[in-house]
């Protein structure tokens, strides 16, 4: 079975352009979190969606955006980009949302801004 | 999520050796706790979890301890290996969030 995927790998972006990642879940999976790990840190939650809702949401500026569709694939949108903003973003998916869940990770998108 | 610094605590060790890796979290009301292991280049890959209702939960060569009352977490791995060389988070999870603690860097020495 396939796992998490996420695309693009890597990314090259300069400060101030707009980025869309994607992600798609293992399949049955219904929720779909995004985290940033910025060079040398812990993974840092973005949001987490569960049925093309939104069950919460870390802390991060507006610029970032998300959404989840119907086949429980997502998209990570971050506008305005900062120099800041270059980290691997990575997607997770679990059964549900909620605590008891083991979470799964893709590989990341490797994003730089210049 | 916790600030944390660029410089990783590491742990070296010999290959054969038990390894103990500690952590600390700062929420009270987490209720679920992860051990992920973190190769190069990759996602973070799921160890071991335990619930609040535990204290102690063994798999294949790791057992995780929770101490509750000072919000401790360890990861112990037995018979430590060079493919066991990563950089390990532990996290503690609230209604879905993971919150993920400071990374340790294992180097494995054959």
């Known amino acids: 079975d396939a796992g998490v995927t996420q695309s693009p790998t890597h990314l090259i972006k300069t400060r101030g352009q707009h980025v869309t990642l994607r992600c798609s879940p293992i399949?049955?999976?219904?929720?779909v979190s995004w985290y940033q790990q910025v060079l040398g840190q812990g993974p840092q939650f973005i949001f987490q969606?569960?049925?093309?809702?939104?069950?919460g949401r870390g802390n991060f500026p507006d610029r970032f955006s998300a959404r989840q569709f119907p086949n429980y694939s997502s998209e990570l949108n971050v506008n305005a980009l900062l120099l800041g903003d270059s980290a691997l973003y990575l997607c997770?998916?679990?059964?549900?949302?909620?605590?008891?869940?083991?979470?799964?990770f893709g590989p990341g998108t490797r994003l730089t801004v210049l | 999520g916790e600030s944390v610094g660029l410089h990783l605590p590491t742990l070296s060790v010999q290959e054969g050796d038990n390894s103990i890796i500690n952590c600390a979290y700062s929420?009270?009301?987490?209720?679920?706790f992860i051990w992920y292991k973190q190769e190069s280049g990759k996602g973070p890959q799921f160890i071991i979890d335990?619930?609040?209702?535990?204290d102690k939960r063994q798999g294949q060569r790791v057992t995780v301890l929770l101490n509750k009352t000072v919000k401790h977490l360890s990861l112990q791995i037995a018979a430590t290996q060079p493919g066991d060389s990563a950089v390990y988070f532990c996290?503690?999870?609230?209604?879905?969030?993971?919150?993920f603690g400071q990374g340790t860097i294992l180097t494995v020495h054959p």
């Open positions: 997770a998916s679990s059964h549900t949302s909620g605590s008891y869940n083991e979470q799964f």
């Open positions: 399949s049955g999976h219904k929720s």
């Open positions: 969606y569960y049925e093309k809702e939104e069950r």
């Open positions: 929420n009270s009301a987490s209720d679920y």
């Open positions: 335990i619930r609040s209702n535990m």
């Open positions: 996290a503690d999870s609230f209604y879905g969030k993971l919150t």
